[in-house]
């Protein structure tokens, strides 16, 4: 699996808070929800996708 | 005393007949054990009396009502369906009413993000899905059954209990002249489902409930729209809910809407509420006509089944049977089948050709044709209404991106009722060449139609039995011949249909014979209920006893 290079991902951390604070906590889920189907449209694998949503449940307390 | 309502029930577009209670034989003190006897006249339980009628065996109706039913009942029947309904002889009458129509429309914040259109084979007679309202199929088909001296028909008779025996069953039935004790055989339940006859007896589903409910409403006006399956997301006037609508003969148009949680049916149905809601949505669509209601209810889904239709002598079909959602018109479609499945199997015992096994291959080939149903209805339902909070979001995600982004409409299919194919099926052949086929329908599906000419299909020429499709060009040899002549000796009903390109079922330009990828030679065995059950590519005498044997549930002989 591809890895995104240190810069990228602070660009996306940027970009991800932003978009967040844009939407405001009413409609967070619903842009996080269409997000993941987005990415997981672009990343093409069923497994690798699900295997991000279990690691995404782990340790939320 | 059960006296049933006899006054004709009040529609704004179906006329209402009554007919009459019947003085039995047995409130004349004359006793009687019959063979068949089916609870509920609805169509599933008219359909299983007309096909086990086709066989010869002879079949009581009872049914609490007087005349057919009204309310928001089916409306949408499959191809298989008239496939099935041909057989008894109603797809004629049903066709001349009927509205078809293959194209289903999603839509949500006013634009249309998916279209299906359910595919059209040319060799198909019948459209992909036919509207007509449940009272004119119920008429027919009692009109159908009326005509027929193997049914009799008993209205105005009540089931208030039943007893369950291995070897019979009897009904307590209250009439407007007092009740009496029916003996038979064989207990069809086809009584709907409120299933006296399941609660009676104690049985459970098992499956799941859904807990959105929708407000179900036929109303007469004036739409000039073609017919076309509509349902709309999430609009303004009922935010998060889901409207569906479709349009039915004689001007009629069914609204179904969802209801917000924690709404009672009372309230939804309240006339001021209903007013405003049914208003709401035609102001929407942009439609300004006047409208008249016809009849209203509340509904919410169940995906459940008995875990098993046979109890001793008693067999469950339809919604007796199973309860399945109405999103994708898996109703009345899916007791056809059930119908189709059972009389001839039961038709064979009586005859005395079929096997105990083989009656039960009903419940095995039903049960897991109603769960893969449950599956596939539980998908639409949790788009349609989404049962908690996770599948709300997911589903509202879905709604925002379809705006934009192709890749989720196709999450907007509803999946209609199709078929079950039978491929597990005990009573399909051992050896055969099923596996060499790169065309025609596979073991354990239903036959493929075919246009053999202008207004001539091979599904009209299939009847109550097994039969053989044969394709050559050629004389049939001898010791095939001796053999359908020595099984239908044995009283099993066996009809060979040679398809060639000058005898038999015309195939002039070999179109049928490329289809069911056939040479000379070529064979497929179909069951009295059109599901194949071995096919060759060069059949013998010896395999095709041996196939007829297995389907029969007589496999070690």
Redesign the interface.
Known sequence: MSQLPLVELEAVYDALAEALNQVGTEQE??FL??L???LA?QVGHQAQVEQAIKTALLDLQ | MYIPDSTPRASVYYNYQIYPFQTPPELCGETKRYSVVIVGAGPIGLVTALELAHYGISVVVINAEVQVSHGSRAIVFTRRSMEILQQVGIAERMLNKAYAWRSGNSIYRGQCVFRLEAPHDEDDRFQPLNNLQQPYVEQYLVEQAQQNPLIELRWGSKVMGVTSLPDHAELQIDTPEGEYTLSCDWLIAADGAKSTIRQELGLRMEGASYSGRFVIADIKIDIPWPTERLAYFDPDWNRGNTILMHRQPEGIWRLDYQLPPNETPEQALAPDSLNARIQAQLDMVGINAPWELDWCSVYSARAMTLPDYIKERIIFTGDAAHMLPIFGVRGANTGFQDAQNLAWKLAMLLNGVGSAELLVTYTSERVTAVQEIIAEASKSTRFMTPPDHGFRLVRDAVLSLSLTQAFVRPLFHWRTSRPHDYHASALNALNDDNAQFINGPALGMPLQNICLAENNYLFDHLGAAFHILYFTDQIVPKSILDAIKALQNQAIPLQLLVIGKTQGLPDHDGHFAKRYDAQTGTAYLVRPDQHVCARWKSLTADKLTAAVYQALGQGAK
């Open positions: 889920s619903l929800t269409k993941v189907f987005l449209n």
